[in-house]
């Protein structure tokens, strides 16, 4: 099984890139995308709600147009799909799908940005603990959990081109990186991190400064598994050259 995560920064924006066309050649059996800024799906052209042989799920904010959203596009279909974290404040603003597949729970999340201001950090963190108790009370019915999305947080040094000059921003503070660390010690593991030790790979490169074309990014999109599914984990990889938007599309294959 091949998934595929990205953040387009606006589906209609990636759509009229080629983005549809990427898709369905790509093939993949499931495709999780954040950051789809769209309200309402019924709004949508055919052609993105439901491409090739894929159906759809999506996850809207409730209040304000183009903003957040999630998708999930899937060949298979899931037993039961459901949104949110069950909290309200965290749930208005459309960030999270869960689809149950036979052996798995996937959790296809786009996590808040802290950048704007100390109320957005903190809601940022609250919004990681509640995700957290989420996958921990997954795993206590004994559902292993694949986790993707845009987790707006590099983990460490070697996951950002310039740590050193952004020790005190949102997505590189000491807060952010040791709850990465405690979820990981909760059982989850980074499946890149598995497949490849090595620096300069990068998910998100900042547009104004056209830093893609100089790899200076940052490593911000992930795909977690609980550590039962680790030996199904075949492999974990960045498509970089994928166009469209600030981030770059990741993936894993699992044998199942």
């Known amino acids: 099984m091949r998934i595929l995560s990205w953040n387009v920064n606006g589906i209609r924006s990636v759509a009229g890139k080629g983005m549809l066309d990427w898709l369905v050649k790509d093939g993949a059996d499931i495709i999780c995308l954040q ?28 209040e304000k147009k183009g903003y957040s959203g999630v998708v999930l596009y899937t060949k298979q279909r899931p037993q039961k799909v459901e949104q949110g974290l069950g909290i309200d404040k965290f749930d208005a603003e459309g960030r999270t799908l869960v689809a149950y597949y036979d052996s798995f729970a996937l959790l296809n999340v786009y996590f808040p940005n802290g950048k704007q201001n100390k109320d957005r950090l903190q809601y940022k963190m609250d919004f990681y603990d509640a995700f957290l108790s989420l996958c921990d009370g997954l795993r206590k019915k004994n559902i292993p959990v694949v ?28 807060a952010e990186r040791a709850w990465i660390d405690k979820y990981i010690a909760h059982g989850y593991e980074d499946t890149l991190r598995m497949f490849h030790r090595e620096p300069d790979l990068y998910t998100w490169w900042d547009f104004k400064t056209g830093a893609r074309a100089r790899n200076v990014g940052w490593r911000i999109d992930y795909f977690f598994v609980s550590r039962d599914l680790t030996p199904k984990v075949k492999d974990a990889f960045i498509l970089k050259d994928v166009p469209g938007s600030d981030h770059c599309p990741i993936g894993i294959e699992l044998a199942l």
């Open 35 to 62: 950051e789809t800024k769209v309200f309402a799906p019924q709004e949508l052209d055919e052609s993105i709600r439901s491409p090739g042989a894929y159906e759809s799920h999506w996850n809207s904010a409730k």
């Open 147 to 174: 986790m993707c999305g845009d987790y707006n947080t590099a983990h460490t040094d070697i996951d950002l081109a310039r740590p050193r000059e952004n020790e005190s921003a949102s997505g590189f503070l000491p």
